[in-house]
């Protein structure tokens, strides 16, 4: 994961060494005046996801090793992790386990640094003169031993930090990232360096790269098959990005024999992206920016057996008016052929955003004890760093998401844009019609159905044609709204975190006049500091031979501050709101000016699953700011 550079925003408001503070005697409604007022974690328990993946406390980034171990039939997620810290800095990783994705225990304890599973080393004094220092960065994880064999054997693949900064846009430090191993002989309660650390010293020879991290790396029998090998291999990829004119992001490519997962040998360059290139139209497939991190490289099978090849990466650099964080999750389906070299060759015919909002770092594992490959992602905050020491902590994971093919039969391409290299690939029949493949991706429904538990749901009729926006219900900030919208005549939607007077509310709309899925935000808080602008993503519904347009399935995760929007399994966008009020916990149906939606019934969760039971509602830390000679004096972090 990247080195994160964060203005010295709010640390006036640091409080080096304060501990908890009462938070049940906050106001129901908060306004600026009142937060700089509040010490260190006042706001911890206000806007905090519960039935999201979360650290104890502190600075959350990528989700990291995740496996599924057949052994204690116990899944392990770890995490890039600031324990005592709301900033990026000394990165280390957390961990925690579940027997069924739902629940979680975090291994160690959720106090403090607790749950720490993998630190910086050997030393404070010496870090920066150690091969993993200055840094845990991402990585993945497996069930095997170093020879390929399972016999309770834990292994992390990570990659360790020596000198720091490191950024796509500023100079590559030589050295500075190396691939290595950490391993469990405890079933992942304690972890330890491989004695042969690190097992990639250097980046491709004559690379001038932007970053070279974030190791992905799995046994894959396709991959064999098509490669020709005589024996099971793994395989690694890795995010990277070559400087200056030529470069653009990379995809390192290598393999190892399975009997030795220390032996490794680079393949070559998956594909060669040029600078900030775009796939397709812009708002439809993204931008591939200047460098890749998080990268992963995987096929999945569809219902007729065949194989589909994919790539996730992070891109980095690609700013926009409508997207304005610069760093976007994508995806790719390709075409993946052999070199001449016996390398393999991708070459992308679809794609899009995994995420049209926040969500970033996204990656995956297969869980072989439902034979399903499920997606994880990192949510940031969007509080433009604004009461961040109040909060006391930042960031959290999307519920996991299952990613499957979607094959979609009898489209039709009446005004042409089911065509164009964007999302689905379409293959043309004798007949003029269409079958589309795209990657989607849901909710785990195990996960979802579990979160609902024995609530009674609110289900609203609505199954009329509306003409004006109206309330629905209450709900609250912790809930599950699922809906159907269709026949659209102009911009609809729907409205949730609404005020009974609608001082704050957040809508959720869709425009049928440029195929745009829209959240407005501009009254999501009556705090001006935090963010407002409206999130968009593009969605493009099927038309089918016999002439009807598809319907749009939303559904929407509200848990305190993080916001979920899926539509038909291959839309998503997530985002942040934080509402003022207390009593913002509205829902119903938006309708633009002059328009026209049908509606299904919706139905509501109030979703009041503890996914980590074991901690304390509250289980802030202690805030510590760190020194300048910690820091390299702020330039390696900010300290806070």
């Not at 106001?27 to 328990?45: C, K, Q, R, S, W």
């Amino acid at each position: 994961m990247m080195f994160w550079s964060i203005p010295l925003v709010g640390l006036a408001l640091a409080l080096p060494s304060a501990i908890a503070q009462n938070t049940s005697a906050l106001p129901a409604v908060l306004t600026a005046d009142i937060i700089e007022g509040l010490g260190n974690n006042t706001l911890f328990t206000r806007w905090r996801p519960k039935y999201h993946f979360i650290s104890p406390a502190g600075w959350l980034n990528d989700p990291c090793g995740m496996l599924y171990d057949p052994t204690t039939d116990t899944y392990h997620l770890h995490y890039q992790w600031h324990p005592n810290h709301v900033n990026w800095g000394n990165i280390s990783w957390g961990h925690a386990t579940s027997k069924d994705l739902i629940t979680w225990t975090d291994v160690g304890g959720w106090e403090d640094a607790q749950a720490q599973s993998v630190g910086t080393g050997p030393n404070p004094d010496s870090r920066n003169t150690s091969y993993y220092g200055l840094g845990i960065f991402s990585g993945s994880g497996q069930p095997y031993n170093l020879k390929g064999e399972q016999d309770g054997t834990l292994i992390n693949f990570y990659t360790t930090v020596q000198y720091l900064p490191t950024n796509w846009a500023v100079p590559y430090i030589k050295g500075t990232e190396k691939q290595s191993i950490t391993i469990s002989h405890d079933g992942g309660q304690t972890w330890e360096q491989y004695a042969g650390n690190p097992i990639i010293s250097s980046p491709p020879e004559g690379w001038n790269i932007t970053g070279w991290r974030d190791p992905f790396v799995e046994p894959w029998p396709e991959m064999d098959a098509l490669l020709g090998q005589d024996e099971p291999h793994w395989y690694m990829v890795l995010g990277s990005g070559i400087k200056g004119e030529g470069g653009g992001g990379r995809i390192p490519f290598y393999s190892a024999p399975a009997s030795n997962l220390t032996d490794w040998t680079f393949l070559g360059a998956l594909w060669e992206p040029e600078r900030n290139e775009t796939l397709g139209s812009l708002l439809e497939t993204g931008t591939y920016g200047f460098n890749f991190e998080v990268s992963n490289f995987f096929s999945l099978t569809d219902e007729d057996d065949d194989v589909h090849y994919y790539t996730l990466m992070g891109t980095e650099g690609g700013n926009l008016t409508w997207h304005p964080r610069a760093q976007w999750g994508l995806w790719n389906e390709g075409m993946v052929t052999r070199r001449e070299n016996g390398s393999a060759q991708f070459t992308p015919v679809a794609g899009g955003a995994i995420d049209s909002g926040l969500l970033y770092a996204v990656t995956s594992f297969w869980d072989a004890k439902n034979n399903r490959r499920v997606q994880w992602g990192w949510a940031n905050e969007e509080n433009n760093n604004y009461a961040i020491n109040q909060q006391g902590f930042q960031g959290a994971m999307a519920i996991p998401r299952e990613m499957y093919v979607i094959k979609t039969k009898n489209l039709t391409n009446a005004d042409g844009g089911l065509s164009t290299k964007g999302n689905t690939r379409v293959v043309e029949h004798g007949d003029g019609t269409f079958t589309g493949y795209t990657l989607g991706a849901r909710p785990l429904p195990d996960v979802v159905e579990a979160l609902h538990g024995d609530a009674s749901p609110q289900t609203i009729i609505t199954a009329d044609t509306c003409n004006t926006s109206s309330s629905a219900g209450n709900g609250s900030s912790h809930m599950h709204l699922k809906t159907t919208l269709s026949n659209f005549t102009g911009p609809a939607g729907v409205v949730i975190a609404q005020s009974p007077g609608r001082e704050e509310q957040t809508i959720v709309w869709y425009s049928p006049e440029n195929y745009t899925i829209n959240i407005d935000r501009s009254h999501s808080s009556s705090i001006d500091e935090f963010a407002n602008y409206t999130m968009i993503g593009y969605f493009y519904p099927y038309t089918f031979s016999n002439g009807t347009q598809e319907s749009l399935h939303m559904d929407i995760f509200v848990d305190g501050s993080l916001v979920e929007v899926i539509i038909n399994d291959r839309f998503w966008l997530t985002t942040r709101i934080y509402p003022a009020r207390t009593d913002s916990t509205g829902f119903g149906i938006w309708v633009g000016d002059n328009a026209t939606v049908q509606t299904s019934d919706m139905t509501v969760w109030d979703i009041t699953t503890n996914v980590f039971p074991d901690r304390p509602v509250n289980s802030s830390s202690e805030l510590i700011f760190d020194t300048p000679e910690e820091t390299n004096d702020y330039i390696w972090w900010t300290g806070n």
